[in-house]
């Protein structure tokens, strides 16, 4: 008995204790993408800008000293008061100035780009919805269905994507009553921009799909008797998201030019609503008459947002593409 229990402690020393698998924090900290991130100056300042950025719409209501879409809130009397200045009327300090209205311009930038990144991220998950169907659908079934969505796609890539967009929102704003424009701005944009950005995503997925369904996994999954949708959705979709995952990227930069120039134009958000566009667009009269600081730190910030959202775009392209590592 005794010979037998020390025969089972040996054993149970003997055995080999198993490695303990790092964490998941762990192995994104080790992963190429950590790695190559750490090394790229220019892209830690873009993040660090895209989080500021970020941040600064998302705390608007807490970091902004005052709410400019609120007029009760606005003081007429402080209008035109140079950045860093404190007005000898009410005693209000002016970071970046004020502006007819007496609007403070900090503060409309913080909610103006709150606006203009959500019309962004909106429209592009709109595009990226709609252009990644088509092309499941176009690379799947191929046939007319495949070329009738690529026949409206060369179509449209024959006019410009703002263009496109001025079209859709002129249309879509034709069926609506004049009263109803103010309040539905914000849908007739994400709903415009992401019509005129779709080609991109389906064209993508189109591709991939057409390169997935050929492949050996998916011939096994119509063997076993798995149904078609099944096997889109279920096999398909997940690998050919990654290339469209990046295109977003870059294409939230668009989108938010893309509302900036529509709100330019004067077919965007309203002046007691502004984007950054919108800014932009009210800055311009008064850029000759002393006023300078109204249509530059708009500008500016508009400029920044999108510089370091498309250079974000652009290493996240790079890095997660196996032929550049």
């Known amino acids: 008995m005794s010979q037998q229990l020390k025969t089972r402690e040996s054993a149970h020393v003997a055995a080999p204790i198993a490695p303990k698998k790092p964490s998941r924090l762990r192995t994104f900290l080790e992963s190429d993408i950590v790695y190559s991130w750490q090394r790229q100056p220019v892209v830690i300042l873009a993040t660090l800008v895209t989080l500021v950025m970020f941040a600064g719409a998302l705390f608007a209501p807490w970091i902004a000293p005052q709410n400019p879409f609120d007029p009760r809130q606005l003081e007429l009397i402080d209008a035109f008061t140079p950045p860093l200045t404190t007005s000898d ?21 913080l909610y103006g780009s709150r606006i203009s990144l959500l019309v962004g991220f909106a429209a592009v998950l709109f595009a990226l919805a709609l ?8 690379g799947f079934r191929g046939g007319w269905r495949d070329a009738l969505i690529m026949r409206i796609a060369d179509v449209q890539l024959t006019f410009p ?11 879509i704003r034709g069926f609506l009553p004049r009263s109803m424009h103010a309040e539905v701005a914000i849908i007739v944009l994400i709903i415009a921009i992401g019509l005129s950005d779709w080609v991109q ?9 057409m390169v997935e369904k050929g492949k050996e996994y998916v011939q096994a999954a119509r063997v076993i008797g798995l149904p078609d949708r099944r096997i889109l959705f279920q096999h398909i979709l997940p ?5 469209v995952l990046v295109i977003g990227t870059i294409g939230l930069a668009l989108a938010i030019i893309a509302e900036a120039t529509l709100s330019f134009l004067g077919v ?4 007691t609503q502004p984007s950054l566009g919108t800014l932009i667009r009210v800055g311009q009269d008064y850029m000759f008459s002393g006023e300078w600081w109204i249509l530059l730190f708009p500008g500016v910030a508009l400029l920044l ?20 590592r």
């Open 161 to 171: 994507s703002i263009l496109m967009a001025l079209l859709i929102f002129g249309v």
């Open 268 to 271: 965007g958000m309203p002046a």
């Open 305 to 324: 947002l999108a510089l370091s959202v498309n250079l974000l775009g652009d290493w996240l392209r790079d890095v997660l593409n196996p032929k550049l």
């Open 201 to 209: 995503y389906a064209r993508a997925v189109r591709g991939a799909t």
């Open 131 to 138: 252009g990644t169907a088509l092309g499941l659908l176009a």
């Open 239 to 243: 690998n050919v998201l990654r290339p």
């Open 89 to 109: 009327f009410t005693g209000n300090f002016y970071l970046l100035g004020s502006d007819s209205q007496g609007r403070d311009v900090f503060s409309a930038i």
